[in-house]
């Protein structure tokens, strides 16, 4: 995994605008409809992990009443 919170490269939305295949408040709606959605993936892993740590957990609890 990269340090970047998309996957697009550098500069894509700065080369729609330059090409006038988009509008400055067009593009910069779209970084943040990708932002969101990378915030929001991110947040799903953290949940997923915290959910799996917890269920390990329980089930070394669990092992050690039954001995």
């Known amino acids: 995994m ?3 919170i998309s996957p697009y490269e550098t500069g894509w939305l700065s080369m729609l605008v330059a090409r006038r295949l988009a509008t400055l408040a067009e593009a910069r709606e779209a970084m943040n409809r990708v932002a969101q959605a990378a915030i929001d993936e ?3 892993r953290r949940k ?3 959910r ?3 269920s390990r957990r329980r089930r070394r609890r669990d092992d050690q009443m039954d001995g």
Request: net charge positive; glycine share 0%.
């Open 2 to 4: 990269t340090n970047r």
């Open 42 to 44: 991110m947040e799903r």
């Open 52 to 54: 799996e740590k917890r």
């Open 48 to 50: 997923a992990a915290r």
